[in-house]
């Protein structure tokens, strides 16, 4: 749903293919994987595609990171991420 109501906004003008992992302390049945498709920043789900990254996080993380208080930089240096 994110992605979804993110679709007019770029990420960066990157591409590639990623795989974002995320665990919920929470609900932990809230917690999965989801394939995303960048090109030129523009996200789309690509659901059992192939991928060139992952990366593992906290929802909380995950959700900082997405705001942009917090870059992965610093949640990795911190292993908040992998």
């Given at each position: 749903?994110?992605?979804?109501?993110?679709?007019?906004?770029?990420?960066?003008?990157?591409?590639?293919?990623?795989?974002?992992?995320?665990?919920?302390?929470?609900?932990?049945?809230?917690?999965?994987?989801?394939?995303?498709?960048?090109?030129?920043?523009?996200?789309?789900?690509?659901?059992?595609?192939?991928?060139?990254?992952?990366?593992?996080?906290?929802?909380?993380?995950?959700?900082?990171?997405?705001?942009?208080?917090?870059?992965?930089?610093?949640?990795?240096?911190?292993?908040l991420?992998d």
């Amino acid at each position: 749903a994110l992605f979804r109501g993110l679709s007019g906004h770029t990420f960066g003008g990157q591409t590639c293919r990623l795989k974002i992992s995320l665990t919920d302390s929470f609900l932990p049945e809230n917690g999965g994987s989801r394939i995303m498709h960048f090109t030129d920043g523009i996200a789309v789900e690509a659901p059992d595609s192939d991928y060139d990254l992952e990366i593992r996080m906290d929802v909380a993380e995950f959700s900082s990171l997405v705001m942009g208080t917090v870059d992965f930089k610093h949640l990795y240096r911190y292993a908040l991420a992998d």
